[in-house]
Nanobody, 123 residues
Framework: VQLQASGGGLVQAGDSLRLSCAASGRAFSSYPMGWFRQAPGKEREFEAAISWSGDRTYYADSVRGRFTISRDNAKNTVYLQMNSLKPEDTAVYYC?????????????????WGQGTLVTVSS
């Protein structure tokens, strides 16, 4: 599975942005998917994950209530809707495909990674 993240950009605090992650290859719908972010000088951290069917979602405390993860298996795409953005949300955002039944907040649960898209939130 190859993953291509897009949708990043420069926005102001309080704005919204939607990231997309398009997957190529077969069996996209069998993979749980996640979004991580990495700010300069910091480790990559979990933001959100979604089950293969889309019926279960998981969020980091820092983004719960502001970010929404969703997927469209017919389009082989997973999304991250980000609302009420804050300067501390500035980071490179990565999408990833996970093994089944993993701990989705851990990077070790993921076997395929996209290249990342930069989100910059100005104050």
């Amino acid at each position: 599975v190859q993953l291509q993240a897009s949708g990043g950009g420069l926005v102001q605090a309080g704005d919204s942005l939607r990231l997309s992650c398009a997957a190529s290859g077969r069996a996209f719908s069998s993979y749980p998917m996640g979004w991580f972010r990495q700010a300069p000088g910091k480790e990559r951290e979990f933001e959100a994950a979604i089950s293969w069917s889309g019926d279960r979602t998981y969020y980091a405390d820092s983004v719960r209530g502001r970010f929404t993860i969703s997927r469209d298996n017919a389009k082989n795409t997973v999304y991250l809707q980000m609302n009420s953005l804050k300067p501390e949300d500035t980071a490179v955002y990565y999408c990833a495909a996970a093994r089944p039944y993993g701990t989705y907040s851990l990077t070790s649960a993921y076997i395929y990674w996209g290249q990342g898209t930069l989100v910059t939130v100005s104050s």
